[in-house]
C-alpha cells in the first residue's frame, strides 16, 4: 500500500528531485552571496570608521607648532573626547619624526608603515594585546622645506565596536539569504505541484484507457513544457496504429491468398478420391500440384514480405555493406534455369565502377529475385530482361525491365500494394506481392522503388534507389 501510495506521487518524487539539484546550487549561491557581503560590510564599515580617525589625525595635525624651534602639540581634548564616545573603545594617538629626534604621545604604538609625503594611509595592528585600527598621515616638517624632516602623526582606535558593527550586518544578511532560500523553496513546491496536477490528470486518464485505445492524447490542457513530450507519445502511437492496420491487412492478404487455393486443393483431392480411371486420377493430381506450387510460393512471398516489414530497427535483420554488382549477379544467376525454361535472355550492364550500400543482403536479393520472376512471368517467350546499375544524384539505382505488356496508370499508382497486373495473352494467376516485398525492402534500406512504363517500346521499368555507401572506379 505503501508503495502504491509513493507510486502515485509523482509531483512528491519530483520536487524530491528538483531539490536535491536546486539546493545545492542555491546554498552556494547563498555561501557567495555571503563572502561578498561580508568583504563589502568590511570594506564599508572601515571606509566610515577611518574617515573618524582622519578627521582625528587632521585636527592633530592643525595643532601641531614649530614657532619655537621645537614641536609643540596641543592636544584636542574636547575632540578626543567625542572620538572615544563614537569609538566605544580606547583612543591613542603619536607624532614623532623621521629623526627620531621627536616622540611625543603613545611612543609604543606600531610604526607607520613606508609611505610617501602627504600620504594617510590605515592598516590593522597590535597594540597592548588588542587589535586596532591605526591611520598614519606623512608630511614635512616645515612647509618651506618640502625635502627636509618629515613629521608623522598617528591616530589608533581599538576595533570592539567596529567588528560587532560588521558581525550585526553580516548576521542580517545571513538571516536574509536564509529567508529567501526558505521562500524559494516554497514557491518551487508550489509550482512542481501545479505543474503535476496536469500530469497526475493524464496519468489517470491514460490508466482509464482500454488496452486497445491508441488514439492521440490532447495536449491543450498541459503545460507547454510537456507538450513535446505527450507529442512525440502520441506520433509513437500514431505509428503502432498504422503498424497494427498494415498487420491487419498483411492477414487479411495472407487469408486471402491462401484460403482459395487450399479450398480448390481440398476439392481435386476429393474427385481424385471419387474417380476410377487412373488417367483421370493422374490429371487432377497434376493439376493438383500447380496448384500447390502456386501456393508454396505465394507462402514465401507472404513470409518474405512479413520479413521485409519488421527488418528496419531489428538485429535479426542486420543492414551490411553490400557491393551491387555482385549481389546483381548472384540473383540472376539464381533464375537463370528459369529465364533458359521460357527460351528467354537477361542481359546485366553494369557499371564501370563498384557501388556500395547498406543493405540486408537477403532481403535485397529477395526484392530483386521478386522483380525479375515478375518479368520471367509477364515478358512473352523469347524476349529479353534488361537489367542496369548506374548512379543518380545521390542514390544507386538498380533497374530491371521487361518487354511484358507493362501496367496501367490506375495499377502504376498502387504499386507496392496487393493487385494482379494487366491482361497478358498467358494465363498468370500472380498474388501480386512482389512489387509489395520490393518496395517494403527498398524503404527499410533507406530507399525507394519507381514502377513506370517503358518509353522506346512495351513493357515495364521497375527501379530500386538505395543510398550510395562508396562508388570506386575499377
Not at 251 to 267: C, E, G, K, V
Not at 269 to 295: C, E, F, M, N, P
Request: glycine share 6%; charged share 25%.
Amino acid at each position: 500500500m505503501s508503495e502504491n501510495r509513493l507510486m502515485d506521487r509523482p509531483g512528491r518524487r519530483l520536487t524530491a528531485t528538483l531539490a536535491l539539484w536546486t539546493l545545492p546550487a542555491l546554498i552556494v549561491g547563498m555561501m557567495s552571496t555571503l563572502w561578498f557581503s561580508a568583504t563589502t560590510i568590511n570594506e564599508l564599515a572601515d571606509s566610515a570608521y577611518d574617515r573618524s580617525l582622519a578627521g582625528a589625525i587632521r585636527a592633530i595635525d592643525s595643532n601641531i607648532s614649530t614657532e619655537s624651534g621645537g614641536v609643540g602639540v596641543e592636544q584636542p581634548y574636547q575632540l578626543f573626547k567625542f572620538f572615544e564616545l563614537t569609538a566605544q573603545g580606547a583612543v591613542y594617538f603619536n607624532v614623532y619624526t623621521d629623526d627620531g629626534l621627536v616622540q611625543i604621545g603613545d611612543v609604543l604604538l606600531p610604526p607607520a608603515p613606508d609611505i610617501n609625503s602627504g600620504e594617510l594611509r590605515f592598516q590593522d595592528a597590535t597594540y597592548l594585546g588588542q587589535t586596532i585600527r591605526l591611520g598614519s598621515l606623512k608630511r614635512p616638517l616645515s612647509p618651506t622645506t618640502p625635502d627636509g624632516a618629515q613629521i608623522i602623526i598617528q591616530v589608533a582606535e581599538t576595533k570592539r565596536s567596529r567588528i560587532a558593527f560588521q558581525n550585526e550586518l553580516i548576521t542580517r544578511a545571513v538571516l536574509r539569504d536564509i529567508l529567501v532560500i526558505v521562500a524559494l523553496s516554497l514557491l518551487l513546491a508550489a509550482g512542481v505541484y501545479a505543474s503535476v496536477k496536469p500530469l497526475n490528470r493524464l496519468r489517470d486518464a491514460i490508466d482509464k484507457r482500454q488496452s486497445d485505445d491508441l488514439t492521440s492524447i490532447e495536449v491543450a490542457s498541459l503545460p507547454l513544457e510537456v507538450r513535446p513530450l505527450v507529442e512525440a507519445v502520441n506520433r509513437l502511437m500514431q505509428r503502432n496504429v498504422e503498424q497494427a492496420n498494415q498487420q491487419r491487412r498483411f492477414l487479411d492478404d495472407a487469408s486471402h491468398q491462401l484460403r482459395t487455393p487450399m479450398a480448390i486443393l481440398r476439392t481435386q483431392i476429393d474427385v481424385a478420391l471419387h474417380q476410377g480411371d487412373l488417367d483421370d486420377v493422374r490429371k487432377t493430381l497434376a493439376s493438383s500440384r500447380d496448384v500447390l506450387d502456386r501456393s508454396v510460393r505465394t507462402t514465401n512471398q507472404l513470409l518474405a514480405l512479413a520479413r521485409a516489414r519488421t527488418s528496419q530497427g531489428y538485429e535479426a535483420y542486420p543492414l551490411d555493406r553490400l557491393s551491387l554488382e555482385e549481389t546483381i549477379a548472384d540473383t540472376v544467376r539464381m533464375l537463370w534455369s528459369r529465364i533458359r525454361s521460357r527460351h528467354m535472355d537477361c542481359v546485366f550492364e553494369p557499371p564501370e565502377y563498384k557501388v556500395s550500400v547498406r543493405a540486408n543482403e537477403g532481403l535485397l536479393q529477395e526484392a530483386l529475385v521478386n522483380i525479375i520472376d515478375n518479368a520471367i512471368a509477364y515478358a512473352p517467350s523469347k524476349s529479353v530482361i534488361s537489367i542496369r546499375l548506374f548512379i543518380e544524384g545521390k542514390h544507386a539505382v538498380i533497374e530491371v525491365m521487361d518487354e511484358g505488356p507493362g501496367m496501367t496508370e490506375k495499377e502504376i499508382s498502387h504499386a507496392g500494394s496487393r493487385f494482379r497486373r494487366g491482361s497478358t495473352k498467358r494465363s498468370v494467376d500472380g498474388s501480386g506481392l512482389g512489387l509489395a516485398i520490393a518496395l517494403t525492402v527498398s524503404r527499410a534500406s533507406g530507399g525507394m522503388m519507381e514502377v513506370r512504363n517503358r518509353s522506346d517500346r512495351s513493357g515495364l521499368a521497375v527501379r530500386i534507389l538505395l543510398p550510395i555507401l562508396q562508388a570506386t572506379s575499377d
